[in-house]
């Protein structure tokens, strides 16, 4: 038997399936938390998700899948908005019980009767956010780069501009990467060695820029430990 997690986006895949890796090492659990693939929605929408859990479901019994996790942010929307929208994309799909919350599995049956466990994630900070906000609160070292973006943030607003806290988390990542993290060796290769267009080097040979046993984790890990 096997599981899966759908999470949104390429970098979601990456930072989640380090986060596994780190449990398995930290944690010492038993059976190892193992997933076993990602499905990427690349942006979400509910014609996406309802897409992917399709294909999902006939691909059920082929890869005798027993748990499935669906990982999306929760951005400015509440858990209640986001559990509605998961439900009613599960619900064109599956015959299944509701999701009343996250990090609870619910029964699902497919059209043949390829029986499975659902739950679901969402990930945030405070209720709010993204990947990159996580990423933000979670950082180990010190970030002097990125933390100047405040101050910049200010000045544009005195000259009538502004941007979102969703925009400001992203260049605050980007800028933490690229200044903050990125030794003098690897400015030289920057651009294949401290961005998030490839999260994938930064993840396998920088782990040590995260703060793994920040709090803000613990309902991840949590969600995780339930596919042990």
């Given at each position: 038997m096997s599981n899966i997690v759908i999470v949104e986006s390429k970098n979601d895949a990456i930072f989640m399936q380090a986060m596994v890796e780190k449990l398995n090492c930290d944690l010492q659990?038993?059976?190892?938390i193992y997933i076993d693939d990602y499905e990427r929605l690349e942006g979400l929408s509910e014609t996406k998700l309802i897409t992917t859990l399709k294909a999902l479901e006939a691909d059920l019994q082929k890869r005798d899948i027993e748990k499935i996790g669906i990982i999306i942010d929760i951005d400015n929307y509440s858990e209640a908005e986001r559990l509605e929208f998961v439900n009613e994309c599960i619900q064109q799909v599956f015959e299944s019980e509701t999701l009343s919350s996250t990090k609870q599995f619910i029964k699902i049956c497919g059209d043949n009767g390829t029986?499975?466990?659902?739950?679901?994630?969402?990930?945030?900070?405070?209720?709010?956010?993204?990947?990159?906000?996580l990423l933000k609160t979670i950082k180990a070292r010190e970030s002097p780069h990125a933390d100047c973006l405040n101050s910049w943030k200010t000045c544009i607003k005195s000259q009538g501009k502004d941007i979102s806290d969703k925009d400001l988390n992203k260049f605050w990542v980007s800028i933490y990467l690229r200044y903050d993290t990125c030794?003098?060796?690897?400015?030289?290769?920057?651009?294949?060695?401290?961005?998030?267009?490839?999260?994938?080097?930064?993840?396998?040979?920088?782990?040590?820029?995260?703060d793994w046993d920040n709090p803000a984790l613990d309902d991840l890990k949590e969600f995780f430990k339930l596919f042990c």
């Open positions: 659990v038993e059976k190892p029986k499975a466990k659902l739950a679901c994630y969402f990930t945030n900070v405070g209720g709010k956010g993204e990947l990159e906000t030794s003098d060796k690897e400015q030289q290769q920057a651009g294949r060695k401290c961005t998030m267009s490839r999260f994938d080097y930064v993840m396998e040979h920088k782990k040590d820029i995260w």
